[in-house]
């Protein structure tokens, strides 16, 4: 017998779209830039610093991030600037709080 949260193709998808978001932001590092994106817009050389990791794996990071549609740049001179897009977030807390509602 298939759970209810697996009974119709909206929430079957809504389920496969909370894994896949869960699985990229389970990184540690990445939890730690989206924490440190928080607070407002950052640039690559702040960020690098504040993590104390290498700037290439905050790159690296950012790139997946970035990819998954939560996080969004714009070239500053020679930096790269980060910030949370507020939107995409909130469709993945509502997301994850639609999963988790059927527990209660």
């Known amino acids: 017998m298939e759970p209810k949260c697996c009974l119709n ?4 998808k809504e389920v496969g779209q909370t894994a896949a978001l869960l699985k990229i932001v389970a990184e540690k590092n990445r939890l730690k830039i989206l924490c440190t994106l928080k607070s407002g817009e950052r640039c690559v050389c702040d960020i690098w610093q504040d993590l104390d990791i290498p700037q290439n794996l905050v790159s690296h990071h950012l790139k997946v991030l970035k990819d998954a549609g939560l996080i969004d740049f714009r070239k ?28 209660e």
Not at 9 to 12: G, V
Not at 76 to 98: A, P, R, T, V
């Open 9 to 12: 193709k909206q929430t079957i």
């Open 76 to 103: 500053d001179g020679l930096k790269m600037i980060y910030w949370i897009k507020k939107k995409e977030m909130s469709k993945f807390n509502s997301l994850l709080n639609n999963f988790l509602q059927s527990y």
